[in-house]
């Protein structure tokens, strides 16, 4: 009985190890189903989201490319039309009695001129595209790079941005001490004051940016017009008063005085000079080597190079040469007495007839349309941490990019899922025309 006993006990242990083998295996198995389940899931939802992620890339390159096309498709169409505005401009500014050599002046004249308005316009669009993707970035939160560049020492990103704020307009910056003190004396036409200011000016400004080289040029010969040109006649003529009111004595002191005033009007008339053509040489030699990224890469440098601007500093240097060529004979008619009066009298008429010539720089200072078109550079300025960045005018001038995008949106991630979709229907067996004719309902709606 024992011996059975023990039998029983001993089954009964083998049935509870094999039911604890048996419940651990399919544990186990329960496990590894469960985690290949899930690893399935997990592939499959890994896919998904692969699939999604290249969707999203698919539909972005394709707005970029239909962006891409549609802005060169604008700007050849833009090109087209204003190619044949010329013929309408001559017809609008034909007079049927004016003579035919006053016609042809006028019609050779808006041929010179066209092409420059056209390049201008076709520059513009490019601006236009250009704050067209930074107000993306804005809306998408991006950065723009200029944000993140670092700040310039504290002086020089005080004077730049009080000098030549990138988001001021001409009534902004008349109200700030710093322009006013600066523009005033520059324009002093006594004591050759603005030929030491503007050689600071030129150390101050980004010479690796073109458009600051080609304004500097503009405004020292503009402000040259104004000071040794209407401000230096009214300084003549007042001394001249001033000296017949005089006994000979104290206007023979006056001239002994003035001699060293002379002196620094000549050096201050040489310091000018250098500094503009050193300029025009940086706008070729530094401008395309060294200029900032997030302006050369947004923005084609000129066509010309400077061009234009070559043909009016190259008139500079011809009345530099005709007027030191005058001082010269005169000097030789003194027996090279630089302090004989009729040497100070030539360098005052050299001054003012030079100043006086300088009008079409003070006419590109005064007028931005014009001057813009003569330059065919986007116009910059500083922010305040003295980098340079492009200009965008006073704050309320702009409009934000909420407002600009839904304007100047040419193709949206909405008409991308659309394209996409009519793709797949065409490859399903769809008809063309029952596209266009959807896309024309679609198009009435949004004009209602």
């Known amino acids: 009985m024992a011996s059975v006993m023990s039998m029983f006990g001993a089954a009964e242990k083998k049935v509870e190890e094999a039911a604890k083998e048996a419940g651990e295996a399919m544990s186990t198995v329960a496990t590894a189903v ?83 308005v056209q390049e201008q316009i076709a520059l513009e669009m490019e601006h236009g595209f250009t704050d067209m993707r930074d107000a993306l970035k804005e809306l998408a939160g991006q950065k723009i790079p200029e944000d993140d560049k670092p700040a310039y020492c504290c002086l020089i990103a005080f004077l730049r941005y009080h000098l030549y704020p990138y988001d001021r307009g001409l009534w902004g910056v008349s109200t700030d001490p710093i322009w006013v003190l600066t523009v005033l004396l520059t324009v002093i036409p006594m004591f050759s004051v603005a030929g030491y200011i503007f050689p600071f000016i030129f150390l101050l400004i980004d010479k690796t940016d073109e458009f600051q080289l080609l304004f500097f040029i503009v405004q020292v010969k503009g402000i040259q017009f104004l000071s040794q040109g209407i401000l230096g006649v009214y300084v003549s003529f007042f001394e001249f008063i001033a000296c017949s009111l005089a006994d000979e004595v104290a206007c023979r002191d006056k001239e002994v005085a003035g001699q060293w005033a002379q002196f620094f009007d000549m050096l201050s008339y040489v310091l000018i000079f250098l500094m503009v053509w050193t300029a025009y040489a940086m706008v070729y030699l530094l401008s395309r080597r060294r200029a900032p990224k997030h302006v050369g890469d947004e923005i084609p440098p000129a066509t010309f190079r400077g061009g234009n601007m070559l043909y009016l500093i190259s008139f500079d240097l011809l009345l530099t040469l005709i007027g030191g060529t005058i001082l010269v004979i005169v000097m030789s008619s003194a027996d090279w007495d630089f302090t004989a009066a009729q040497v100070g009298y030539a360098i005052e008429a050299i001054k003012v007839v030079h100043g006086f010539l300088m009008l079409p720089f003070f006419v590109m200072l005064v007028v931005p349309i014009l001057r813009n078109v003569v330059l065919h550079t986007r116009p910059t300025g500083y922010d305040r941490k003295g980098n340079c960045r492009n200009y965008t005018g006073p704050a309320g001038q702009t409009p934000k990019a909420a407002q600009v995008i839904p304007r100047m949106e040419l193709f949206g991630n909405d008409e991308a899922e659309e394209l996409m979709a009519n793709l797949k229907k065409l490859l399903m067996g769809g008809s063309v025309s029952s596209l266009v004719s959807s896309f024309e309902q679609r198009l009435e709606g949004k004009r209602e």
Do not use: C, N
Not at 76 to 103: C, F, Q, S
């Open 34 to 116: 469960e985690e290949q389940v899930s690893t399935a899931a997990h592939t499959v939802e890994e896919r998904v989201k692969a699939a999604e992620v290249a969707l999203a890339s698919a539909s972005a390159q394709l707005v970029d490319m239909m962006r891409a096309y549609l802005h060169g498709k604008i700007t050849v169409v833009v090109k087209a039309v204003t190619g044949a505005l010329p013929y309408a401009v001559k017809m609008v500014l034909d007079d049927p009695e004016m003579p035919g050599p006053a016609r042809r002046v006028k019609d050779r004249a808006v041929d010179i001129a066209w092409p420059e």
